[in-house]
C-alpha cells in the first residue's frame, strides 16, 4: 500500500459464468493481482483452521460465509500481494459482503465487471469442469444459483444505481468474451 492508490475491481457473475478464467487473463495483460473470495475460503478450508469446518459446510451447502471471514482473508491477501490493483472475484456476494468491506478497508471499486450468463449454460458447465470442488453437484449448483439471484443480484443492482457496473455478455466463447473485458480495462492499460 504505502501512498499508492488502491484501485479494485469486483467481479461478479453467477456460478460457472468464467470469472476466474477471465481474472487469469486480464491478470496477463493489466498487471492486476486476482483474489478469488472461493479459492481463498477453499485455502482456508485447506490449512486445517478452526474455520475450515464451517466454511466447509457453507460451500457445501452454496451458503455465503459471515463476511469478516472472508474479509480478513481479501485484506491479508492484498497486504500481501505487494501490489495496488485487485480484481476481487466472486466477492461481494451479499449486502453484508458489501457493507463490511467498504466498512472496513474505507476502499470504493473502480467498476464492477459482471458477466451476464444463462443458468442452463452455467450448469453445463459446472456440470463438466470436473475439478472436484465439492459444489459441483447439481444439488448444489441449484443452491448456488438460488443464492445468486436472492443475495448477489442485489449487489449488483446496488452498483448499477451508482453506474458502475460493466456488463459483458459471458456466454461466447472465452476469447470473444475476453475482448469485451478488454474494453472495459483500456483505462488500466500500462
Ligand atoms: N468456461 C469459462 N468460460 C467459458 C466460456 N466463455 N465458454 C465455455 N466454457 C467456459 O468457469 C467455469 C467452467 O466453465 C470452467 O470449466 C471453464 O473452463 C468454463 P470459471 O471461470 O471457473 O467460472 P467461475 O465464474 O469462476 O465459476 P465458479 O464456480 O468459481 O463460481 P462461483 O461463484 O460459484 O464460485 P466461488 O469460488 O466464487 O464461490 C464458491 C462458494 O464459496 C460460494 O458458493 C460460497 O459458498 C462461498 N463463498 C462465500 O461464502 N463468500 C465469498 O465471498 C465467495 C465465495
Ligand atoms: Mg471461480
Known amino acids: 500500500p504505502g501512498d499508492k492508490k488502491i ?60 463476511s469478516e471471514v472472508t474479509v480478513e482473508l481479501l485484506q491479508k491477501a492484498m ?34 465487471l459482471f458477466f451476464n450468463c444463462p443458468e442452463e449454460e452455467m450448469e ?13 453437484n447439481i444439488e448444489t449448483i441449484r443452491k448456488r444459483f438460488r443464492v445468486f439471484v436472492e443475495s448477489s443480484i442485489p449487489v449488483v443492482e446496488y452498483y448499477d444505481m451508482k453506474g458502475k457496473v460493466r456488463k459483458v455478455d459471458a456466454l461466447k466463447p472465452i476469447d470473444e468474451v475476453f475482448e469485451a473485458v478488454k474494453a472495459v480495462f483500456d483505462p488500466f492499460y500500462v
Open 124 to 136: 453445463q458447465r459446472l456440470l463438466s469442469r470436473n475439478q472436484g470442488r465439492d459444489d459441483d
Open 7 to 66: 484501485a479494485v475491481v469486483f467481479v461478479l457473475g453467477g456460478p460457472g459464468s468464467g470469472k476466474g478464467t477471465q481474472c487469469a487473463k486480464i491478470v496477463e495483460n493489466f498487471g492486476f493481482t486476482h483474489l478469488s473470495a472461493g479459492d481463498l475460503l477453499r485455502a482456508e478450508i485447506k490449512s486445517g483452521s478452526e474455520n475450515g469446518s464451517m466454511i466447509s459446510n457453507m460451500i457445501k451447502e452454496g451458503k455465503i460465509v459471515p
Open 79 to 112: 497486504l500481501e500481494s505487494g501490489n495496488n490493483k485487485f480484481l476481487i472475484d466472486g466477492f461481494p456476494r451479499n449486502e453484508e459482503n458489501r457493507a463490511t468491506f467498504e466498512n472496513v478497508t474505507k476502499i470504493e471499486p473502480e467498476f464492477i
